[in-house]
């Protein structure tokens, strides 16, 4: 049995546990491991599809099934870490594009105007069969310069927008066409690292970086 962990505040307790990241994205594992975090990964395979009355209960609930159906092939002690990040724009939720055709579409309706990113985390500890879980969300705005329809298929030809919420990756050649970015970069990319150490310390879980 999980129980649910936001108002926890336990401090100071040594995890010595395997850390699971629930996601198959290279770019979250990076994020891990640049602040000294080592993690094995099990991607969940789960649809990537919920039906939610706000986005940030959207990302949770699609972070929330990544974790726990990666928990259920687990034994032992660990810590499960599962995400999941979209791009909204008045209202409307973009995703990963299907092909170069909508990711060229995507990118003309968010060129020159500002969207906000949502990252769903959902954190499982486990400890002598004992459970806790949390789950949260964390928004960035970003805004867009103006892009040419040129610049856009040169840019989706590249291929990097290709499995990326929004069709653009902001830590790569992406960079050159944000204009500003408020709130955490990292939630962009795909995981609101800060948050994520911040609530596993309230579940009692401090990780020792190596």
Same mark, same amino acid.
Do not use: W
């Given at each position: 049995?999980? /129980?649910?962990?936001?108002?926890?505040?336990?401090? *100071?307790? /040594?995890?010595?546990?395997?850390? !699971?990241?629930? &996601?198959?994205?290279?770019?979250?594992?990076?994020?891990?491991?640049?602040? +000294?975090?080592?993690? @094995?990964?099990? =991607?969940?395979?789960?649809?990537?599809?919920? @039906?939610?009355?706000?986005?940030?209960?959207?990302?949770?609930?699609?972070?929330?099934?990544? %974790?726990?159906?990666?928990?259920?092939?687990? @034994? #032992?002690?660990?810590?499960?870490?599962?995400?999941?990040? !979209?791009?909204?724009?008045?209202?409307?939720?973009?995703?990963?594009?299907?092909?170069?055709?909508?990711?060229?579409?995507?990118? $003309?309706?968010?060129?020159? %105007?500002?969207?906000?990113?949502?990252?769903?985390?959902?954190?499982?500890?486990?400890?002598? *069969?004992?459970?806790?879980?949390? &789950?949260?969300?964390? /928004?960035?705005?970003?805004?867009?310069?103006?892009?040419?329809?040129?610049?856009? =298929?040169?840019?989706?030809?590249? +291929?990097?927008?290709?499995?990326? %919420? $929004?069709?653009? #990756?902001?830590?790569?050649? *992406?960079? %050159?066409?944000?204009?500003?970015?408020? $709130?955490?970069?990292?939630?962009? !990319?795909?995981?609101?690292?800060?948050?994520?150490?911040?609530?596993?310390? &309230?579940?009692?879980?401090?990780?020792?970086?190596?």
């Amino acid at each position: 049995m999980l /129980k649910n962990n936001r108002k926890n505040n336990k401090k *100071g307790i /040594k995890y010595m546990a395997k850390i !699971i990241l629930a &996601s198959s994205s290279v770019r979250r594992k990076e994020i891990l491991e640049q602040v +000294g975090i080592k993690c @094995e990964v099990i =991607s969940s395979g789960i649809s990537e599809e919920v @039906e939610a009355e706000d986005p940030g209960t959207m990302v949770e609930t699609l972070s929330s099934m990544k %974790a726990e159906c990666v928990a259920e092939q687990i @034994e #032992g002690d660990f810590v499960i870490i599962a995400a999941d990040t !979209i791009v909204v724009q008045d209202g409307v939720v973009y995703g990963k594009p299907a092909d170069e055709e909508e990711a060229c579409q995507i990118l $003309g309706i968010l060129q020159g %105007a500002r969207h906000e990113v949502f990252t769903g985390v959902t954190l499982i500890s486990v400890t002598n *069969g004992e459970g806790l879980i949390d &789950s949260f969300h964390v /928004k960035t705005i970003v805004d867009m310069m103006p892009m040419t329809a040129e610049q856009i =298929s040169a840019y989706v030809q590249t +291929g990097e927008p290709m499995d990326k %919420a $929004g069709a653009y #990756g902001i830590q790569g050649r *992406g960079a %050159a066409y944000i204009k500003d970015v408020a $709130g955490d970069f990292y939630n962009v !990319i795909g995981l609101p690292v800060s948050s994520v150490l911040s609530h596993l310390e &309230s579940m009692g879980v401090n990780l020792y970086y190596s």
